[in-house]
């Protein structure tokens, strides 16, 4: 099924069309974001049932951008009408000739064009199998509660099982001199977390669900309960890693946060602009092993960072960032584009239509390779098998890594040995660890259960993940 149009935007339509028409008077150009969202959310555990319907994607709401020619002016508002009409008209030209005022008489302004947009009539919504609002909260919620229940009562160790999932359904219309794009799509995504407890230590395991659709994702729940119940339990054994550099296998989730954290932040072009990312200086040279190919790309994997046209109304693409080893280019918002001289990758994402767009990831990946998982845990003589990322920090400027793991299960002569260490973080130099790359497994997964913010804020949905790989990493 194909998620609907929001009948918000269709109704407003009109009076968003000759708001631009009069915009386009007085301004060289002018573009219109419209938003609608909704979204739900629930959760239980041992103590507590929760449902809500507020979260940063229930939105509804415009933001105009206008250009007087040297200018550019942004506008947001939340209330429309024929009778707010007059009212906008004169809040944008107001904000127009302030930024024009504010900027000192000595300071040189870089130009800005107008965009040279081609003729685009688009209209596109994301699939689903299972309607969130058709389902019932009673029965979601119950769904849950059954889950953890089943959980609790695996082994006695366990303290609790707290089990989330949420969906978003959000809606865009985009209008300019030569666009008119809408676009419909659906998400969900949720986790399940177990903590166990031995004496007064407490361990706690989880794994995530997403997918680009609707309450479909609550089945892939259940088939997560054996594996993070065993996690959990095998935690309270851990034991204290030895710090040194190993031969390490990274699953597809430990995968994606190497590409998000350690290396996606440092080619967003935003950065490249603000000279705040070593990245720039490296595109046409190797910066990973022969094996890697890097994509972003919101049209191309269907996961929770998946559109049909970005925030500033170019439509999404298929970026190639690594090929065979080789930088081949960043990722860009429309202004970076801009200032740099190079075309936009459909980048541009606002958290709302209260918010700036920034250039932000969308589904990035490291694309599949020829290895067998098994043959990549047979080739080490010592090291470990990665697992659970928890969470990663960006140095876009001197591409170094730290990012934490909760799980480095022990690989001796080619085998596990059954011994777990936790927690772990692994740091470096990112070019180091990407060329350190000697193997590549057959399957890549996405997952898109978290969110990345812009620095500590301006929070969007991302998804990201890869294959197996193993590569020389330092722990500790």
């Known amino acids: 099924m194909k998620v609907p149009d929001s ?20 301004f060289p150009y002018a573009s219109l974001l419209a938003q609608d969202g ?31 020619g040297a200018h550019w002016t942004e506008y947001s508002f939340n209330c429309t009408g024929e009778d707010r009409l007059p ?3 004169e809040e944008i030209r107001a904000a127009a000739a302030m930024s024009a005022a504010v900027m000192p008489a000595h300071t040189t302004q870089p130009e800005y064009p107008i965009p040279q947009e081609e003729e685009t009539v688009f209209s596109g919504s994301t699939d689903y199998e299972v309607d969130p609002l058709s389902v019932g909260d009673d029965v979601v919620l119950a769904k849950l509660t059954a889950l953890r229940d089943t959980v ?6 366990i303290l609790d099982c707290a089990i989330r999932i949420n969906w978003s359904k959000i809606s865009k219309l985009f209008l300019s001199p030569k666009k008119d794009l809408t676009q419909n799509i659906l998400w969900t995504e949720g986790s399940m977390v177990v903590m166990a407890s031995r004496g007064e230590e407490v361990k706690t395991a989880y794994e ?11 089945d892939q729940m259940e088939g997560h309960i054996e594996s993070v119940t065993r996690t959990a339990l095998d935690l309270l054994q851990a ?52 094996l890697i190919t890097m994509r972003d790309s919101a049209s191309a994997a269907a996961q929770t960072g998946s559109y049909f046209f970005d925030d500033e109304g170019t439509m999404a693409k298929d970026t190639v960032i690594i090929k065979d080893g080789i930088l081949q280019t960043g990722i860009s918002d429309w202004q ?16 709302s239509f209260r918010r700036k767009a920034y250039t932000r990831m969308t589904n990035t990946w490291f694309e599949p390779g020829k290895d067998k998982v098994e043959d990549m845990i047979a080739s080490i003589e010592h090291g470990f098998l990665l697992e659970q990322p928890s969470s990663g920090m960006e140095d876009p400027k001197n591409w170094g890594i730290q990012c934490m793991v909760d799980v480095a299960r022990e690989i001796e002569h080619g085998k596990l040995t059954g011994r777990i260490y936790s927690p772990i973080v692994l740091t470096g130099y990112v070019p180091d660890l990407l060329k350190s790359i000697s193997m590549v497994s057959e399957e890549t997964v996405l997952s898109g259960s978290g969110m990345c913010g812009k620095g500590w804020k301006e929070w969007v949905k991302v998804s990201d993940g890869g294959p197996y790989i193993k590569a020389k990493i330092r722990l500790g």
């Not at 959310?41 to 994607?57: I, Q, W």
């Not at 040194?244 to 080619?267: L, Q, R, S």
Request: aromatic share 6%; proline share 7%.
């Open 87 to 89: 009212a906008i008209l």
């Open 336 to 351: 970076s584009a801009m200032v740099l001289g190079t075309e936009p990758t459909g980048n541009g994402r606002r958290q």
């Open 7 to 26: 009948p918000w935007l269709q109704e407003n339509k009109p009076f968003f069309q000759k708001l631009l028409a009069e915009l386009l008077k007085q």
């Open 208 to 218: 995530p669900v997403s997918c680009l659709g609707g309450l479909e994702a609550l």
């Open 152 to 157: 609790l009562a695996k082994d006695e160790r």
């Open 239 to 290: 034991e204290p890693i030895t710090p040194g550099t190993y031969d390490c296998i990274c699953t597809p989730p430990v995968t994606g946060m190497i590409v998000h954290e350690a290396f996606g932040h440092g080619v967003e072009m935003d950065m490249f602009v603000k000279k705040r990312a070593l990245a720039e200086q490296y595109l046409g040279k190797p910066v990973a092993s022969p």
């Open 38 to 68: 909704q979204q739900a959310g629930y959760s239980v555990n041992r103590r507590l049932t929760n449902l809500t319907a507020e979260g940063l994607f229930g939105d509804r709401g415009c933001v105009v951008k206008v250009s007087d």
